[in-house]
């Protein structure tokens, strides 16, 4: 046995128990959602960059989550397209350990995010006269660097706890990625311990973002009913719909995946809800967030007018 507890040099990832006709049609579905995620996220990022009636607070941080959006798609898509060729995809034991740290902080990283995007939202709708003040540049990069730092201490201790386990059941990990429920699977050592503090490091992540969201959203809805007008109640209402529809996203697929624990869980079911987030949700979120935001419609307008202008020239 070496020194890090493990018999296993690398691992098999088995991907998808489907026919070889459908694995190809699942290739180019997955991969042609891969390019719309990173043309829509990277575009977002471009847009806001480049449009200074997007300079806000509320846009910085959605370049944050779209950039974000980007990276663990990049960790996760190319991955799960190499395990749609027959016999699966082999992937070194390091590769697989950095595969779940990286994926492990971004998506804890989005947790904390969406939930200084609610308080920046609190804030916004509750104290307009002082959202400058409150919100300043120095406090948009102290609050996105607050979300990484938590979400660093998480991974840390999340990747430590399951790589210090010996795998040697077996190398064969019946998913698409190095994802926690299979990787317990395959440890030949007592997991529950470890276990424990892990769906504890997940709950807490969770139940603290999500207690974040919910006490912003309700100094937020009990602002909108003091507002006489039904149009100043959708008009301001409107400025958060698109952040709620992100949240019961992401969270509700989160909450199905980790916070189950083992007993009575399938792999299938598992692979079905990964596939939503890991492919799902980074490609819908600009398109939710474009669809539903006057502004970034209109500046999507004058980009598409420059567009033309310039094809005219």
Same mark, same amino acid.
């Given at each position: 046995?070496?020194?890090?507890?493990?018999?296993?040099?690398?691992?098999?990832?088995?991907?998808?128990?489907?026919?070889?006709?459908?694995?190809?049609?699942?290739?180019?579905?997955?991969?042609?959602?891969?390019?719309?995620?990173?043309?829509?996220?990277?575009?977002?990022?471009?847009?806001?960059?480049?449009?200074?009636?997007?300079?806000?607070?509320?846009?910085?941080?959605?370049?944050?989550?779209?950039?974000?959006?980007?990276?663990?798609?990049?960790?996760?898509?190319?991955?799960? %397209?190499?395990?749609?060729?027959?016999?699966?995809? *082999?992937? =070194?034991?390091?590769?697989? @350990?950095?595969?779940? &740290? /990286?994926? $492990?902080?971004?998506?804890?990283?989005?947790?904390?995010?969406?939930?200084?995007?609610?308080?920046?939202?609190?804030?916004?709708?509750?104290?307009?006269?002082?959202?400058?003040?409150?919100?300043?540049?120095?406090?948009?990069?102290?609050?996105?660097?607050?979300?990484?730092?938590?979400?660093?201490?998480?991974?840390?201790?999340?990747?430590?706890?399951?790589?210090?386990?010996?795998?040697?059941?077996?190398?064969?990990?019946?998913?698409?990625?190095?994802?926690?429920?299979?990787?317990?699977?395959?440890?030949?050592?007592?997991?529950?311990?470890?276990?424990?503090?892990?769906?504890?490091?997940?709950?807490?992540?969770?139940?603290?973002?999500?207690?974040?969201?919910?006490?912003?959203?309700?100094?937020?809805?009990?602002?909108?009913?003091?507002?006489?007008? %039904?149009?100043?109640?959708?008009?301001?209402?409107? *400025?958060? =719909?698109?952040?709620?529809? @992100?949240?019961?996203? &992401? /969270?509700? $697929?989160?909450?199905?995946?980790?916070?189950?624990?083992?007993?009575?869980?399938?792999?299938?079911?598992?692979?079905?809800?990964?596939?939503?987030?890991?492919?799902?949700?980074?490609?819908?979120?600009?398109?939710?967030?474009?669809?539903?935001?006057?502004?970034?419609?209109?500046?999507?307008?004058?980009?598409?007018?420059?567009?033309?202008?310039?094809?005219?020239?």
């Amino acid at each position: 046995m070496e020194e890090n507890g493990t018999l296993v040099k690398e691992f098999v990832l088995m991907g998808f128990t489907v026919g070889a006709g459908l694995q190809m049609v699942l290739f180019f579905t997955f991969l042609t959602l891969y390019l719309i995620t990173m043309g829509g996220n990277l575009g977002m990022i471009f847009l806001i960059q480049s449009n200074t009636h997007l300079q806000t607070p509320m846009y910085f941080f959605l370049s944050h989550l779209s950039f974000l959006d980007v990276c663990y798609s990049s960790v996760i898509i190319p991955q799960m %397209l190499e395990t749609l060729k027959p016999g699966g995809a *082999t992937i =070194a034991y390091e590769r697989c @350990a950095t595969q779940f &740290f /990286f994926f $492990t902080l971004y998506a804890s990283t989005e947790c904390f995010l969406l939930a200084v995007m609610a308080y920046d939202r609190y804030v916004a709708v509750c104290n307009p006269l002082l959202y400058a003040t409150a919100m300043t540049p120095q406090t948009r990069v102290g609050l996105v660097m607050g979300a990484y730092s938590g979400a660093m201490v998480n991974t840390v201790i999340r990747t430590g706890l399951t790589f210090s386990l010996s795998f040697c059941k077996s190398n064969y990990v019946d998913f698409f990625f190095c994802d926690l429920p299979p990787l317990l699977k395959l440890s030949c050592m007592e997991t529950g311990p470890r276990e424990l503090v892990i769906y504890l490091l997940a709950f807490t992540v969770i139940t603290t973002s999500i207690s974040i969201i919910l006490i912003s959203y309700l100094f937020i809805i009990r602002a909108i009913l003091g507002i006489r007008s %039904l149009g100043g109640r959708a008009k301001t209402f409107s *400025t958060c =719909a698109s952040h709620m529809t @992100a949240v019961a996203l &992401f /969270f509700g $697929t989160l909450i199905f995946m980790y916070l189950r624990g083992n007993m009575g869980k399938s792999l299938e079911e598992d692979k079905i809800v990964s596939v939503f987030y890991t492919v799902a949700i980074p490609m819908l979120n600009p398109i939710i967030y474009s669809l539903r935001n006057k502004e970034v419609k209109e500046a999507l307008k004058k980009v598409f007018n420059r567009v033309k202008i310039s094809q005219a020239v």
